[in-house]
């Protein structure tokens, strides 16, 4: 153990030893985890025609310990869902047996592994959508200051929302069937469920649009099918209020999260997953004095935070009191050992960036060196 540690990231006494509280044991729910580090979904484009692949079984049991918790890349949940290339999907039979490979590598090596369920809504083009239509979204006003271009996407009508509503619940009962422990629903990172939720975005004059209660109606929706097809004990929810992605913003939205906090604390979820507000977009960390410390106390579940934490500050926001778990993403992709590397306080690969989004079934996907040549 480090005595160096700041006192504010003392060790957590465990069994008589002390230990670095990234590394502490926590029940979740049902499930049993040996450390508090988090795969975070990454989406990495190695899936083609919307199909996950055989080498994703490697990818993913490369980072999986036994007690581990690891969050799968986003998940199309219908074919008006895809918005990028090479995404995985899980609407149809032969993506859940695509899957179940690779499901299955991770539990062999003792890990606890959930689908994150998706819906690109407007961050979309016609090329991924049925007939080349326009994408579906809130509103029909088009992503702007992108440097990707997107058409204007076409209002859901209000009758079309229950479909919607079926699919992530569709979706969900297939993660089940793939073998998965449980689901992650994206309510984040401007995609469709976000687009309703926040004021900047969400034009509707409907009973979806308007009020903060009706804003967040139809994604409590969603959650609340999918709870009562699958069990609220095997969801999730991943929020982020405070970014900006695809220029998806709201007035308050201190007071978004803790409405869905509460709300989905009521649903009874398993966890609520929530990205950090110094993080703008997916590269753009600033400064901030707002917490998500409100948004934690109005959730009852286990509280899991994101957003571009080291190791030290990973143990401080556990050691706190901030978040029951973290959740990493670059680091976890360049480290495939990283609860290892933390543990041995050692020196981390450095994640490049240029690799993230190619379609290479190897590079700068299951080719990060690990601490041991042989691991």
């Given at each position: 153990?480090?005595?160096?540690?700041?006192?504010?990231?003392?060790?957590?006494?465990?069994?008589?030893?002390?230990?670095?509280?990234?590394?502490?044991?926590?029940?979740?729910?049902?499930?049993?985890?040996?450390?508090?580090?988090?795969?975070?979904?990454?989406?990495?484009?190695?899936?083609?025609?919307?199909?996950?692949?055989?080498?994703?079984?490697?990818?993913?049991?490369?980072?999986?310990?036994?007690?581990?918790?690891?969050?799968?890349?986003?998940?199309?949940?219908?074919d008006?869902?895809?918005?990028?290339?090479?995404?995985?999907?899980?609407?149809?039979?032969?993506?859940?047996?695509?899957?179940?490979?690779?499901?299955?590598?991770?539990h062999?090596?003792?890990?606890?592994?959930f689908?994150?369920?998706?819906?690109?809504?407007?961050?979309?083009?016609?090329?991924?959508?049925?007939?080349?239509?326009?994408?579906?979204?809130?509103?029909?006003k088009?992503?702007?200051?992108?440097?990707?271009?997107?058409?204007?996407?076409?209002?859901?009508?209000?009758?079309e929302?229950?479909?919607?509503?079926?699919d992530?619940?569709?979706?969900?009962?297939?993660?089940?069937?793939?073998?998965?422990?449980?689901?992650?629903?994206?309510?984040?990172?401007?995609?469709?469920?976000?687009?309703?939720?926040?004021?900047?975005?969400?034009?509707?004059?409907?009973?979806?649009?308007?009020?903060?209660?009706?804003?967040?109606?139809f994604?409590?929706?969603?959650?609340?099918?999918?709870?009562?097809?699958?069990?609220?004990?095997?969801?999730?929810?991943?929020?982020?209020?405070?970014?900006?992605?695809?220029?998806c913003?709201?007035?308050?939205?201190?007071?978004?999260?803790?409405?869905?906090?509460?709300?989905?604390?009521?649903?009874?979820?398993?966890?609520?997953?929530?990205?950090?507000?110094?993080?703008?977009?997916?590269?753009?960390?600033?400064?901030?004095?707002?917490?998500?410390?409100?948004?934690?106390?109005?959730?009852?579940?286990?509280?899991?935070?994101?957003?571009?934490?080291?190791?030290?500050?990973?143990?401080?926001?556990?050691?706190?009191?901030?978040?029951?778990?973290?959740?990493?993403?670059?680091?976890?992709?360049?480290?495939?050992?990283?609860?290892?590397?933390?543990?041995?306080?050692v020196?981390?690969n450095?994640?490049?960036?240029?690799?993230?989004?190619t379609?290479?079934?190897?590079?700068?996907?299951?080719?990060?060196?690990?601490?041991?040549?042989d691991?």
């Amino acid at each position: 153990m480090n005595k160096t540690m700041e006192e504010n990231e003392k060790a957590f006494n465990v069994n008589g030893r002390e230990v670095i509280p990234l590394l502490a044991p926590f029940k979740m729910g049902k499930f049993n985890l040996s450390h508090r580090i988090v795969l975070a979904p990454l989406t990495r484009t190695r899936s083609y025609n919307f199909m996950a692949q055989p080498h994703a079984a490697l990818y993913y049991s490369q980072r999986t310990t036994k007690g581990g918790f690891l969050i799968g890349e986003a998940s199309g949940v219908s074919d008006t869902a895809q918005g990028y290339p090479n995404t995985p999907g899980i609407w149809t039979r032969e993506q859940v047996e695509a899957w179940k490979p690779i499901v299955r590598a991770v539990h062999e090596n003792g890990g606890i592994f959930f689908c994150q369920l998706w819906h690109a809504g407007r961050v979309s083009n016609y090329v991924y959508q049925p007939n080349g239509e326009p994408p579906i979204s809130s509103t029909n006003k088009a992503v702007q200051g992108s440097s990707t271009q997107y058409p204007p996407p076409r209002r859901l009508r209000t009758d079309e929302i229950p479909e919607i509503v079926n699919d992530f619940r569709m979706a969900a009962k297939n993660a089940i069937e793939a073998g998965f422990d449980g689901v992650e629903i994206h309510g984040a990172n401007g995609y469709l469920l976000e687009q309703f939720l926040k004021d900047k975005v969400n034009d509707r004059d409907d009973e979806y649009g308007g009020s903060l209660e009706n804003r967040c109606r139809f994604p409590l929706m969603v959650v609340k099918a999918v709870c009562d097809d699958i069990g609220a004990d095997k969801v999730g929810v991943r929020l982020s209020p405070f970014a900006n992605y695809c220029n998806c913003v709201d007035s308050n939205p201190q007071a978004l999260g803790i409405y869905m906090a509460q709300s989905l604390s009521q649903l009874g979820i398993l966890y609520c997953h929530v990205i950090e507000p110094r993080m703008l977009t997916m590269f753009e960390k600033h400064e901030t004095d707002v917490s998500l410390l409100p948004i934690r106390k109005a959730f009852n579940g286990t509280f899991i935070v994101a957003g571009g934490y080291n190791r030290s500050e990973g143990n401080r926001v556990i050691a706190n009191g901030g978040a029951d778990l973290v959740a990493y993403g670059r680091l976890f992709l360049a480290n495939p050992d990283l609860p290892k590397r933390f543990e041995l306080d050692v020196e981390l690969n450095k994640a490049d960036r240029s690799t993230f989004y190619t379609t290479d079934p190897v590079v700068g996907y299951t080719d990060y060196p690990f601490l041991e040549n042989d691991c």
